[in-house]
């Protein structure tokens, strides 16, 4: 991994002198810039605003607003005008651009932003529960604290101190870190803990349509905007090499007709964690919009390598890179050997109807690597259905998100690789797990960009069956989990650099890690203060 850092850095320097410096868009810091671009696209102002691939680019965000800028006529003198006016004043006005500012000279931003959280969490983590004694996961659950970015909150007393900080390499490069410390005191009997880690650090740069970055970095695929089957802000940011296109593009020739098009391929480490040190995590993803209200995508990414991992030529691997996860989908085996490494892929479909107030129905389809045949299109595969309508009521200040969710038991799990589709104990798709199905409720209430809070029902069910493979039986019938969840949380930007987060949740469980009579009331409180010292006047 660090002789690939070091030859990827050489090839940034390499294009230095026509490289431009841009940062992602944290999908986790600003969640209403993306809730932004939702509305303005339901309100017609946005034509080619792509979905399965997040974060964007800085560059790809203005691009975005511009675009709703240029359009705003098509709204004149209707009643949204003033809301669609008023947020793409906000949008911009809260990530200013800063390309006329950059310097040839090395500049540093000492704070971005600085947070200070408690979050007090009374819900037991668990194990996902094994189900067929050949294939295992290493994970664990707590859905009250899912989507989270990875952080590793405690039952009890979390106490966490965040900022970000940024340093500009003249006009072509641009590194960004968000350092975390977290302080947990458990009063159940365990010790209290101190980890110190990073959201993302990476260096990027921008050189025509291709963004190179180096480090780490959330990857968030799926309609869903916490993510989807196979990456999500579940678990933390990979560390990675990432290649990306900035703004769609149209293929050459007969191609052009596949629409345009978002390609991303990473290659990542995962060195902690898992059962083999140094294992390996790559992939990619190709997403197309052959009409401004459809588009689809596929992904193929795998687990493999590692000490004492199953062998495999170099042209072997690269060959299950590329194409290892299609054999699977359609019965022919693979290149290699089938335990040489983990592979998951998806198929997603979006359609959005400007009619019904710029609706979204999608549909995430996934299958895992064991490729027993007849059986994986229900026990292998893991589906995410939903259906988005960002302005349910006409000045698109109330939004519904309605989903649901299915997994067979073998999704996430491996024979070889028995730590699962995880990063540091946490599944890095869907946080449901395998064996579950769930349905999901989510209100949005968002007057201003100032002003904004959410309301959430969940009901999850998680079995426990025992099966037995490669010729599928359930061997014993175990007893099911259950959970209800209900959740709000606000956030309020009482002045342009202060920001306060609350968030309150509840959760029963019924028969909690599968055990008869063990129901559980789980209950999570969080407040969060956040400065930003560049818009402190």
Same mark, same amino acid.
């Given at each position: 991994?660090?002789?690939?850092?070091?030859?990827?850095?050489?090839?940034?320097?390499?294009?230095?002198?026509?490289?431009?410096?841009?940062?992602?868009?944290?999908?986790?810091?600003?969640?209403?810039?993306?809730?932004?671009?939702?509305?303005?696209?339901?309100?017609?102002?946005?034509?080619?605003?792509?979905?399965?691939?997040?974060?964007?680019?800085?560059?790809?965000?203005?691009?975005?607003?511009?675009?709703?800028?240029?359009?705003?006529?098509?709204?004149?003198?209707?009643?949204?005008?003033?809301?669609?006016?008023?947020?793409?004043?906000?949008?911009?006005?809260?990530?200013?651009?800063?390309?006329?500012?950059?310097?040839?000279?090395?500049?540093?931003?000492?704070?971005?932003?600085?947070?200070?959280?408690?979050?007090?969490?009374?819900?037991?983590?668990?194990?996902?529960?094994?189900?067929?004694?050949?294939?295992?996961?290493?994970?664990?659950?707590?859905?009250?604290?899912?989507?989270?970015?990875?952080?590793?909150?405690?039952?009890?007393?979390?106490?966490?101190?965040?900022?970000?900080?940024?340093?500009?390499?003249?006009?072509?490069?641009?590194?960004?870190?968000?350092?975390?410390?977290?302080?947990?005191?458990?009063?159940?009997?365990?010790?209290?803990?101190?980890?110190?880690?990073?959201?993302?650090?990476?260096?990027?740069?921008?050189?025509?349509?291709?963004?190179?970055?180096?480090?780490?970095?959330?990857?968030?695929?799926?309609?869903?905007?916490?993510?989807?089957?196979?990456?999500?802000?579940?678990?933390?940011?990979?560390?990675?090499?990432?290649?990306?296109?900035?703004?769609?593009?149209?293929?050459?020739?007969?191609?052009?007709?596949?629409?345009?098009?978002?390609?991303?391929?990473?290659?990542?480490?995962?060195?902690?964690?898992?059962?083999?040190?140094?294992?390996?995590?790559?992939?990619?993803?190709?997403?197309?919009?052959?009409?401004?209200?459809?588009?689809?995508?596929?992904?193929?990414?795998?687990?493999?390598?590692?000490?004492?991992?199953?062998?495999?030529?170099?042209?072997?691997?690269?060959?299950?890179?590329?194409?290892?996860?299609?054999?699977?989908?359609?019965?022919?085996?693979?290149?290699?050997?089938?335990?040489?490494?983990?592979?998951?892929?998806?198929?997603?479909?979006?359609?959005?109807?400007?009619?019904?107030?710029?609706?979204?129905?999608?549909?995430?389809?996934?299958?895992?690597?064991?490729?027993?045949?007849?059986?994986?299109?229900?026990?292998?595969?893991?589906?995410?259905?939903?259906?988005?309508?960002?302005?349910?009521?006409?000045?698109?200040?109330?939004?519904?998100?309605?989903?649901?969710?299915? &997994? #067979?038991?073998?999704?996430?799990?491996?024979?070889? $690789? @028995?730590? %699962?589709?995880?990063? +540091?104990?946490? /599944?890095?798709?869907?946080?449901?797990?395998?064996?579950?199905?769930?349905?999901?409720?989510?209100?949005?209430?968002?007057?201003?960009?100032?002003?904004?809070?959410?309301?959430?029902?969940?009901?999850?069910?998680?079995?426990?069956?025992?099966?037995?493979?490669?010729?599928?039986?359930?061997?014993?019938?175990?007893?099911?989990?259950?959970?209800?969840?209900?959740?709000?949380?606000?956030?309020?930007?009482?002045?342009?650099?202060?920001?306060?987060?609350?968030? &309150? #949740?509840?959760?029963?469980?019924?028969?909690?890690? $599968? @055990?008869? %009579?063990?129901?559980? +009331?789980?209950? /999570?409180?969080?407040?969060?203060?956040?400065?930003?010292?560049?818009?402190?006047?």
């Amino acid at each position: 991994m660090k002789r690939l850092s070091f030859l990827f850095l050489l090839a940034l320097l390499l294009v230095a002198s026509t490289a431009s410096a841009r940062l992602n868009v944290s999908v986790t810091q600003n969640p209403a810039i993306y809730q932004i671009l939702d509305t303005l696209t339901a309100f017609g102002l946005i034509d080619d605003y792509m979905l399965g691939q997040r974060p964007l680019s800085e560059t790809e965000i203005f691009r975005l607003l511009n675009e709703a800028k240029t359009n705003l006529p098509r709204v004149k003198g209707q009643k949204i005008e003033p809301r669609a006016m008023l947020l793409l004043a906000q949008c911009e006005h809260f990530l200013p651009d800063k390309k006329e500012t950059i310097a040839d000279t090395l500049r540093i931003t000492p704070l971005q932003h600085f947070s200070l959280q408690y979050l007090f969490l009374d819900s037991p983590y668990r194990f996902v529960t094994p189900t067929v004694s050949s294939a295992k996961i290493d994970a664990l659950i707590n859905p009250l604290v899912a989507y989270e970015g990875g952080r590793p909150y405690k039952d009890e007393h979390n106490f966490m101190f965040e900022s970000e900080h940024a340093i500009h390499l003249g006009s072509h490069f641009d590194i960004s870190g968000q350092p975390q410390f977290l302080f947990a005191k458990q009063n159940n009997g365990a010790e209290d803990t101190m980890q110190w880690s990073f959201d993302h650090l990476y260096l990027r740069s921008e050189f025509k349509n291709i963004g190179m970055q180096d480090g780490r970095d959330q990857l968030v695929w799926g309609f869903d905007p916490e993510g989807g089957n196979i990456f999500s802000i579940n678990g933390r940011g990979l560390d990675m090499l990432k290649i990306s296109n900035i703004t769609p593009f149209h293929l050459p020739w007969i191609l052009k007709y596949l629409g345009k098009m978002n390609a991303t391929f990473f290659f990542g480490d995962l060195t902690h964690g898992t059962v083999f040190p140094y294992t390996y995590i790559t992939g990619y993803k190709l997403s197309f919009l052959p009409h401004k209200n459809f588009e689809w995508g596929f992904t193929t990414a795998l687990v493999s390598g590692g000490y004492g991992s199953p062998q495999a030529s170099v042209g072997a691997r690269f060959v299950d890179t590329i194409g290892g996860y299609i054999p699977n989908l359609i019965g022919l085996g693979n290149p290699i050997d089938a335990f040489a490494s983990n592979r998951i892929g998806a198929f997603e479909f979006a359609l959005r109807i400007p009619k019904w107030r710029g609706t979204q129905i999608y549909w995430e389809f996934s299958l895992d690597d064991a490729n027993f045949n007849q059986y994986k299109f229900v026990y292998e595969s893991l589906n995410h259905a939903g259906i988005f309508i960002p302005r349910l009521t006409s000045d698109g200040r109330n939004q519904l998100r309605l989903e649901y969710k299915n &997994a #067979g038991f073998l999704p996430y799990r491996h024979e070889q $690789f @028995i730590s %699962g589709w995880t990063n +540091n104990k946490l /599944l890095l798709g869907d946080a449901l797990g395998p064996d579950a199905q769930g349905v999901y409720v989510r209100y949005d209430f968002a007057p201003t960009y100032y002003w904004q809070h959410q309301l959430g029902f969940v009901w999850e069910e998680r079995d426990s069956d025992l099966y037995s493979i490669p010729i599928i039986h359930k061997t014993v019938e175990n007893p099911a989990e259950t959970r209800f969840r209900w959740w709000a949380g606000c956030r309020w930007r009482s002045t342009e650099a202060f920001e306060i987060a609350l968030r &309150a #949740g509840y959760e029963r469980v019924q028969q909690f890690n $599968f @055990i008869p %009579g063990d129901d559980r +009331n789980n209950f /999570l409180t969080d407040i969060k203060l956040t400065w930003y010292p560049e818009f402190d006047s």
